[in-house]
């Protein structure tokens, strides 16, 4: 295809084509390259040495970063940003593709590289899903930092890479995984109503990659297997038919989960899973595999700790960057048996926070009752299951099947519903219980019965049970009365 190629494509209107600029695509090279006899024996050179390992690109990430602290790109900033690494990396990315959102946004496809095999990367089809974008970025901005550097040279004449970054911008904007039609774009692969499936569509059809990657976020209440640690990431190579036999796209999908996997062990041990999903034909990555482009889901999940969101970019970046490396050898179908070892993603046995074994006055005024109690929390982007409108309880009782990312031994401490309002809140009610004479320095002056009644009365109707939204305070008994321990505050345990 010379340069300047410009293809007619389905777009936001289908009635009205876009215009597919390609800019600078050195086209021609790759054909060039084949035929050149002095070549295959550099490519069999090159192929030999061994990719970099997966700490190579962990400790790469800081230095290439450009994406934002929050792990999460406003669409304006997404521009300006890839418009700063087409400046950047001027000759070696390009513009491959643009379309428009529902409401008008830009959606940009960058292509790097000039290899012989596309690879389609896409993420953000669900507006409140940003960590891979983010890790689209920051791996684009390697891949022209290093761009003399032999490895990447070698991943950039074996590969071209299709990177969309933001396939739903209009959902980003307002947080939404759906569109501004109100549609999941991830269901609309075969009737293709919304302007953004359509244009995803376009650039498969366009390119037919030899690889696609699918890039979420699961939210992070999910653990990998049964007794694991919290996901960070959960893999899939997703079906192409509800029965798929055995075979190089089978192998390539698989190989490309297990080496994901496997690249993220030394930082995460344990913290990958298998996504667990069946085959849905109207699901985009199920159809990019029916239509001839093997697919792997990568779905990022938790990692809990100070600097959450950078982390789980830094692990998207580490180990997308370590499958492109084993694509561009040829060599990642040789993990494929790995992937059926990979413990299965488990769904309902983590929470934010669970009290073991506390006493509970409930809010009811009832007598009280020996109880664990768990909590999660409200979340930005949490994935569909599990997004709560304002952190909760979520369990009373024998929680024993339940694993807190926080898991608090109340044994020997006395809890009961917080006045609402925090900190302010309960210093009034506080002072308010000193006036009456039952309360005295750190101390409450009650029996059961009374603070049975007294936190009935103060919690204003806030109760100890599931789905309430509701702060405990924390007491324990002394000689001296239920001295404050502390209190959960938005299901997080404070002083
Ligand atoms: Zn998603």
Known sequence: MPLDAEVSRQSAYPSRPIR??????????????????????????RQAAPAPPSETFQAAWSGSRVSPPSGSYAPEA?????????????????IAGQGVSSEGRPILVLAAGSGPEKVLLWSQMHGDEPTATCALVDLLSHLVATRTDPATEQLLSRLTLLVLPMLNPDGAVRNDRRNAQGIDINRDAVELQTPEGRFLKGVRDRFAPAAGFNLHNQGALVTAGP??????????AVPGAESEADGPAVARKKGLAAVMARAAEPFGPGRVARYDMSYTQRAFGDSMSRWGTPTVLLETGGWDGPGEAERLVRLNFTVLLSALHALARGKEALAAPAYDLLPFNVRGRLVDLVLRDATVHGGRGLPPFHADVAFVRARAFAGEAQRLAATAVTGVGDLDHLLGLTEVDAAGLVVAPAPPGGAPAWEKTF?????????KDDSLLLDEA??????????????VTAWSAVDLVLLRRTEKGLVVEGFVRDGVRVK
């Open 431 to 439: 002072a308010g219980l000193v006036a009456r004479g039952l309360a």
């Open 227 to 236: 007794g694991g640690p919290q996901s960070a990431l959960a893999v899939l």
């Open 20 to 45: 597919w600029y390609l800019p600078g695509m050195p086209v021609a090279l790759p054909l060039a390259l084949l035929l050149s006899a002095a070549v295959p024996a550099a490519v069999e050179a």
């Open 450 to 463: 009374g603070l049975a009644r007294e936190s009935r009365s103060w919690a204003a109707g806030g109760v």
């Open 78 to 94: 997404l521009q300006a940003d890839l418009k700063r690494l087409l400046e950047r990396g001027a000759g070696l990315v390009r």
